[in-house]
């Protein structure tokens, strides 16, 4: 069963730091990113993902760890 890409589905051109509640649905309970293999979204926009989540912990709007 393969999975499809949330930003495509959802025609998510631009992927924002700020937009956090969304980028929580990629983050584990202890605050890591999901591989792109368990969450399904495309090479291009895990890049993407991976780019805005560490621009939101740098601003911290996200944690770096969390239990």
């Known amino acids: ?19 956090i509640e969304i980028l929580k649905k990629f983050l584990n309970p202890h605050a890591r990113m999901i591989s792109r293999k368990r969450t399904g979204t495309s090479s291009k926009s895990q890049r993407q993902l991976a780019t805005a989540v ?5 601003m911290g709007l996200l944690p770096f760890v969390s239990r």
């Open 54 to 58: 560490k621009r939101a912990r740098f």
């Open 1 to 19: 069963m393969s999975k499809q890409c949330y930003f495509s589905q959802n025609n998510i051109k631009h992927i924002d730091y700020k937009d």
